[in-house]
């Protein structure tokens, strides 16, 4: 089968390679793809960033079916689909994996980072990460469970973040920063959104999903005006931004990855008393909200989706990916 390959942790140096479709393992399934999303930590690989195990098929934002299982996996999964959680192997025994958070397990091999993803036709997947998408939710819309699950650790770290009394601030309005703003509102906050002139499209999408937008240069921001500010740009202004914003004794979520050391005036951490969390990856818990907002169709992920292209134009999609003119870029490899 083809597959989008990372030769090395050198920037660049990615191809669309012939691989051997694997055969699942003992308690793993084979997954047909149909639809797998560019991450902005794919964006990192390709720029040398971000360190994987190369030589390594990259996806982990992906929908598909079971098309086959390994030994000691029930039969009735074949068919089904699903999307999944992207931990390929964690040790199981160390304190992280024992309360509940593999993400942070020092063993954790990840799919897409450390063993072969979904930019491909198939891919093997653990049966303990696969979740059920119900009828009615579009393959497209199933592929962004997996970024919708890293939100939902990040603005529910430990129990509700976020009530229905909170003014909030998403910087960055890319696809995190899209799911994060309608997460917050599914909460009941009132939600703003700030990104640049540059994402002018993405902001009138947003726009039209009913969110208050503001450009950074043009519309200003009161200091202290915001009870919680979610970080999803990866940018040091961003972030300066949103300490700016935050109130006293406020929270700043960080989602944003920035890819590299920044310069920050972090005293004002200390002087405004703030909450400051983030979130890495996924966890079981935030699979299980995300799987109740995705099957109960709580939010709008269809307009989200920016493009979808057939796995001869992965680059095309890499690089639409890296402008600032979508959301989130899909591979569907059965087009032609």
Same mark, same amino acid.
């Given at each position: 089968?083809?597959?989008?390959?990372?030769?090395? %942790?050198?920037?660049?140096?990615?191809?669309?390679r012939?691989?051997?479709?694997?055969?699942?393992?003992?308690?793993n399934?084979?997954?047909?793809?149909?639809?797998?999303?560019?991450?902005?930590?794919d964006?990192?690989?390709?720029? $040398?960033?971000?360190?994987?195990?190369?030589?390594?098929?990259l996806?982990?934002?992906?929908c $598909?079916?079971?098309?086959?299982?390994?030994p000691?996996?029930?039969?009735?999964?074949?068919?089904?689909?699903?999307?999944?959680?992207?931990?390929?192997?964690?040790?199981?025994?160390?304190?992280?994996?024992?309360?509940g958070?593999?993400?942070?397990?020092?063993?954790?091999?990840?799919?897409?980072?450390?063993?072969?993803?979904?930019l491909?036709?198939?891919?093997?997947?653990?049966?303990?990460?696969?979740?059920?998408?119900?009828?009615?939710?579009?393959?497209?819309?199933a592929?962004?469970?997996?970024?919708?699950?890293?939100?939902?650790?990040?603005?529910?770290?430990?129990?509700?973040?976020?009530?229905a009394?909170?003014?909030?601030?998403?910087?960055?309005?890319?696809?995190?920063?899209?799911?994060?703003?309608?997460v917050?509102?599914?909460?009941?906050?009132?939600?703003?959104?700030?990104?640049?002139?540059?994402?002018?499209?993405?902001?009138?999408?947003? $726009?039209?999903? %009913?969110?208050?937008?503001?450009?950074?240069?043009e519309?200003?921001?009161? %200091?202290?005006s915001?009870?919680?500010?979610?970080?999803?740009?990866?940018n040091?202004?961003g972030?300066a931004?949103?300490?700016?914003?935050?109130?006293?004794?406020?929270?700043?979520?960080?989602?944003?990855?920035c890819?590299?050391?920044i310069?920050?005036?972090?005293?004002?951490?200390?002087?405004?008393e703030?909450?400051?969390?983030?979130?890495f990856?996924?966890?079981?818990?935030?699979?299980?909200?995300?799987?109740?907002?995705?099957n109960?169709?709580?939010?709008?992920l269809?307009?989200?989706?920016?493009d979808?292209?057939?796995?001869?134009?992965?680059s095309?999609?890499?690089?639409?990916?890296?402008?600032?003119?979508g959301?989130?870029?899909?591979?569907?490899?059965?087009?032609?």
């Amino acid at each position: 089968m083809l597959a989008v390959t990372k030769l090395s %942790n050198n920037a660049g140096e990615m191809e669309l390679r012939d691989v051997p479709v694997p055969k699942p393992s003992q308690r793993n399934v084979l997954v047909a793809v149909r639809a797998t999303g560019i991450c902005g930590t794919d964006l990192h690989i390709m720029k $040398g960033e971000y360190q994987v195990v190369p030589p390594l098929v990259l996806g982990h934002e992906i929908c $598909g079916t079971v098309a086959e299982v390994g030994p000691g996996v029930d039969t009735a999964w074949i068919g089904k689909r699903v999307v999944m959680e992207t931990f390929f192997r964690t040790c199981g025994q160390c304190a992280n994996c024992r309360d509940g958070r593999p993400n942070m397990c020092v063993s954790r091999r990840s799919i897409g980072t450390h063993v072969n993803g979904g930019l491909a036709n198939f891919v093997e997947i653990p049966e303990i990460n696969l979740h059920e998408v119900a009828e009615g939710i579009s393959d497209y819309a199933a592929a962004l469970a997996e970024p919708l699950a890293c939100v939902c650790n990040a603005l529910f770290p430990n129990g509700p973040a976020i009530s229905a009394e909170d003014r909030v601030l998403v910087i960055g309005p890319g696809a995190i920063g899209g799911l994060a703003a309608q997460v917050a509102r599914s909460c009941g906050a009132e939600v703003v959104v700030r990104g640049t002139q540059g994402d002018a499209v993405r902001l009138n999408v947003l $726009g039209k999903l %009913n969110f208050d937008c503001s450009i950074v240069n043009e519309d200003a921001i009161e %200091n202290e005006s915001f009870d919680v500010v979610i970080e999803c740009s990866g940018n040091a202004f961003g972030l300066a931004d949103g300490l700016n914003a935050v109130r006293r004794r406020g929270r700043l979520l960080v989602l944003g990855i920035c890819g590299r050391p920044i310069t920050l005036d972090f005293d004002r951490i200390c002087f405004k008393e703030l909450m400051v969390t983030s979130g890495f990856a996924s966890t079981p818990e935030s699979w299980r909200r995300t799987m109740a907002l995705l099957n109960g169709k709580h939010l709008s992920l269809e307009p989200l989706i920016s493009d979808v292209l057939p796995l001869r134009d992965w680059s095309q999609a890499f690089h639409n990916s890296l402008s600032l003119n979508g959301f989130k870029y899909l591979i569907d490899p059965r087009l032609s």
